[in-house]
């Protein structure tokens, strides 16, 4: 049955997608139905996290991992965000539910060029300085000392702070729910280098047989507009009928980011600020 006696205990999870649709589920969480959820996104997320990473210090572990004991009076909206953190993930609701996707790069199968333009383009070519940041500092959890609050070695990514011309920029990235330095590491380099991907806004008819929904990456060909080609993510999708259009398929006003497999590089040593030992 699809009850909480075949629920897992929170205590017996440690991959953040599988608490992601446990908390999900949960009556103290936000009590979805299980068919609102999208199992294959669940699934997709949660082999993303188990996958095995090298670490720094020659250890192997697991991409993500979560260490959480959640009371049932906490805000579930906070805790929702905590566990996302954790994967460096997103969640998206659309008609067919809820979908989650952890933080690791997926090649595009797609290839958005001009023959799906119908309107503006809005690309600015840099991100909003007010935004970004090198260097990354917070708390995790030592489940080695008694669960106890303590950073993580800062990190400081070598390439972003060249462009920067050695100005440090810094962000606190706070994960209560990370027991691995490590994976708070990973988490902050990512974050760093998510806040230096651009932003394109643009107006495309999509083939019939392509959805355009939240996480979903294309290749972007546009040499006309003199936007570097690469891989972009949809940030958001807002969709209209478009009447006038032979086949009166959707036109998509579609808000990109730019991404690729670098942004979800692991730190290096030079990129760590201090021991990188717990």
């Not at 999870?13 to 446990?22: K, T, V």
């Not at 999708?237 to 980011?257: I, K, P, W, Y």
């Amino acid at each position: 049955p699809d009850d909480s006696s075949t629920w897992l205990s929170s205590l017996d999870i440690i991959n953040p997608a599988l608490w992601w649709a446990h908390h999900k589920r949960a009556v103290w969480g936000f009590g979805v139905a299980s068919n609102r959820i999208d199992w294959d996104s669940v699934i997709a997320a949660a082999n993303a996290c188990d996958e095995n990473v090298a670490c720094l210090n020659g250890s192997v572990e697991d991409r993500y991992r979560i260490s959480a004991e959640i009371l049932e009076d906490e805000d579930r909206d906070r805790v929702c965000q905590s566990i996302l953190g954790t994967m460096m993930g997103a969640e998206v609701e659309d008609g067919a539910g809820w979908k989650v996707f952890a933080g690791v790069y997926e090649a595009p199968t797609e290839t958005l060029d001009e023959s799906w333009l119908v309107g503006d383009v809005d690309y600015e070519g840099w991100p909003s300085r007010a935004g970004t940041f090198n260097t990354v500092r917070g708390t995790h959890i030592n489940g080695a000392r008694r669960w106890l609050v303590q950073p993580y070695p800062e990190v400081q990514l070598a390439d972003l702070l060249a462009s920067d011309q050695g100005v440090a920029s810094y962000e606190t990235l706070d994960l209560p729910y990370v027991a691995s330095h490590t994976n708070a590491q990973r988490c902050a380099a990512i974050a760093a280098r998510q806040s230096q991907r651009k932003p394109l806004k643009i107006d495309v008819i999509l083939p019939n047989y392509l959805r355009a929904t939240i996480g979903k990456r294309f290749f972007v060909d546009l040499p006309s507009l003199r936007i570097p080609a690469g891989t972009v993510m949809v940030v958001q999708a807002r969709g209209r009928s478009e009447a006038a259009s032979a086949d009166a398929r959707q036109v998509f006003t579609l808000t990109l980011l730019t991404d690729g497999a670098d942004v979800y590089t692991a730190p290096t040593l030079s990129d760590l600020l201090t021991d990188e030992s717990d």
